[in-house]
């Protein structure tokens, strides 16, 4: 066989003492219990092979085909989305220490970054206003998933109350999670006019016994929940009550456990993270400490080392690759410990004033926003309930459409979104803090040219 092209650093002599070695004649000869008709009978068509400069020009050429947030003025969410996010945090999640270093097992030689994750449940504790928090979970959507078997193994019910108005891809998975665990979910519909949860069905499901009430605020149409009624609904029926919430909202709004929600999840992306087609992201989930031991994942604490010492230990870890996997919270609860990281520095430079100022400036900004394209003919507030920093709106042409066209003139507009029954075109539209004024002026006035020309 002839020497391959490319990157392949065997010499021939390399390749005929290997042949030797293993006692063949020919690599032809490892492969001759292979019908003839099923091996290939001539070289593969493939370019020929680049230096290492061409191969970076190459791909560079190929990567500034796509699409991005920083190549388009960014108007997406639906639960991950575009915030600033410091120079800082990149530069101390680079360093090598952290970089490298993998999920404590021997917890007594990795007192570095267990203090980075203690620090972690500190600060999300706080955020959250809950006293125990884990050293984070995959993302959002396992965050929720997760909650919800925490709640069905502290209550002993099998039964969720639901709400619609959840993220769609985290309901996925929180149905993947429970099927086959015999677990039944029922979904409440939410109220048409606000876009907020029908609290006369909440109240209806609420008569047969359930380990939960779970719902998202701002939910998956940028409205806020009225978080306190829906807490006390549920403890009214002996429920726990799992809350699902947008971090940086937390800045300017009460916080989950404020209200009383035993369980609070979250997608931390937007504490840090920058956005990325599924990942790395990383879940957040907070609870009292009546529940402490169902929580999923891994605890840090404190205790001394051999000499007395104060030092810092995972002080809970029942998970599956554990000695006591037999009494596992959970069998899929990757620690993203990187990620928390990333959160730890943001939310320890921004501090509360920084994340104040970084949610009062996305809601202004997108509360101007709708208030503006309001104004353009044709166009509606889908909900009329209270949002934070995200809205749908209903369009007069077709969405997707719309969409494109935007697209075409350097704008990720929002994402489609179709009434429930079909019947109108809507969009979900998310702003932040990195949008100017100019910037926003800019998009009302080619998405009002855009409307024109496709209507």
Not at 30 to 47: E, K
Not at 408 to 415: K, T, V, Y
Request: charged residues 20%.
């Amino acid at each position: 066989m002839a020497s391959l092209p490319g990157y392949n650093v065997l010499r021939e002599q390399d390749r005929s003492h290997m042949l030797e070695k293993i006692g063949v004649d020919s690599i032809d000869q490892l492969i001759d219990f292979i019908p003839a008709n099923l091996r290939l009978q001539q070289p593969l068509d493939l370019p020929v092979a680049m230096s290492e400069w061409q191969l970076k020009s190459h791909l560079t050429e190929l990567a500034s085909q796509n699409e991005s947030a920083d190549s388009h003025v960014c108007f997406l969410g639906g639960g991950v989305y575009d915030h600033h996010i410091p120079a800082v945090v990149d530069t101390i999640a680079s360093r090598g220490e952290f970089l490298t270093a993998y999920t404590p097992y021997q917890p007594e030689i990795s007192q570095g970054l267990l203090r980075v994750l203690s620090d972690f449940q500190l600060v999300v504790g706080r955020l959250f206003d809950v006293p125990v928090v884990n050293c984070s979970v995959y993302d959002g959507a396992t965050a929720l998933a997760e909650s919800a078997w925490m709640a069905i193994s502290a209550s002993g019910e099998n039964r969720l109350i639901v709400s619609d108005t959840i993220w769609p891809e985290h309901l996925e998975v929180l149905h993947l999670y429970m099927a086959n665990r015999d677990v039944e979910i029922e979904m409440i519909s939410h109220d048409e006019s606000a876009g907020t949860c029908d609290l006369a069905s909440l109240e209806s499901a609420l008569q047969q016994p359930a380990a939960a009430v779970i719902a998202q605020s701002p939910n998956c149409f940028g409205i806020l929940e009225d978080v306190k009624t829906l807490v006390q609904k549920a403890h009214q029926k002996d429920c726990l009550a799992v809350i699902g919430c947008y971090p940086t909202s937390l800045g300017i709004i009460e916080a989950p456990g404020t209200h009383g929600a035993d369980i609070v999840y979250a997608e931390g992306q937007s504490l840090g993270l920058p956005l990325a087609a599924g990942g790395p992201y990383m879940g957040m989930i907070g609870t009292r400490e009546a529940l402490i031991d169902f929580l999923p994942g891994r605890l840090v604490g404190e205790t001394k080392d051999i000499k007395g010492e104060p030092a810092l230990a995972l002080i809970k870890q029942e998970r599956e690759q554990h000695v006591r996997r037999h009494k596992a919270t959970s069998h899929i609860c990757s620690n993203q410990a990187l990620m928390a990281l990333r959160t730890l520095v943001y939310l320890s430079l921004m501090g509360e004033s920084g994340l104040r100022r970084v949610a009062t400036l996305s809601a202004q900004k997108a509360h101007y926003l709708c208030a503006e394209l309001e104004k353009v003919a044709g166009i509606s507030k889908s909900y009329q309930g209270a949002f934070f920093n995200e809205f749908c709106i209903d369009v007069p042409v077709n969405a997707s459409k719309l969409i494109e066209k935007l697209r075409q003139q350097g704008f990720h507009a929002g994402i489609e979104c179709s009434s429930h029954d079909n019947s109108q075109d809507r969009l979900l539209i998310a702003v932040t803090e990195t949008k100017s004024l100019d910037t926003l002026n800019h998009f009302i006035q080619v998405f009002t040219q855009s409307l024109k020309k496709l209507s």
